[in-house]
C-alpha cells in the first residue's frame, strides 16, 4: 500500500511540475500558479488521471492552444496510461486563485 500512494504522490508531483511548463500565452505566469487546475485526480493504481482546468476567460483566443498543450505535456507522463482534460468555468475564475508567485509577478502585491 506504501509503495502505491508514494508512487501517486510521485506521479501527482510530476504532473504539477509538468502543469507549470503550460502558459498562457498572454500571460507571463504558467497555469497552475495562474490557479487554473482545479482538480487532479489518479485513480487507484495512479496510471488514470483526470485535470479539471478553467481558464482566465471563457472566450479566450488561446483555448484550444492550451488545453491541448496541457493534454500532450501530460500524456507524456511516463506511467500514465489515460489522461483526461476537462475545461470546467464553474467556479469563475478569479484574481484571488493566484499564486501569491503569480500575484507578484503579474504586480497585484
Known amino acids: 500500500m506504501d509503495y502505491e500512494l508514494n508512487k501517486c504522490q510521485k506521479t501527482e508531483e ?3 511540475e509538468v502543469l507549470r ?6 500571460l507571463p505566469v504558467n497555469i497552475y500558479d495562474l ?7 489518479l485513480n487507484d493504481d495512479c496510471t488514470e488521471l483526470a485535470v479539471d482546468m ?3 476567460a471563457p472566450n479566450c483566443p488561446a483555448a484550444d492552444f492550451i488545453v491541448e498543450d496541457v493534454r500532450q505535456k501530460l500524456e507524456g507522463i511516463q506511467g500514465l496510461e489515460k489522461v483526461d482534460v476537462n475545461l470546467v468555468f464553474e467556479p469563475e475564475w478569479n ?3 493566484l499564486s ?8 497585484f502585491l
Open 14 to 16: 510530476r504532473v504539477i
Open 21 to 26: 511548463t503550460v502558459f498562457d500565452p498572454e
Open 35 to 41: 490557479g487554473l487546475i482545479y482538480r487532479i485526480e
Open 54 to 56: 478553467t481558464l482566465t
Open 95 to 97: 484574481k484571488d486563485m
Open 100 to 107: 501569491e508567485d503569480a500575484k507578484m509577478e503579474l504586480g
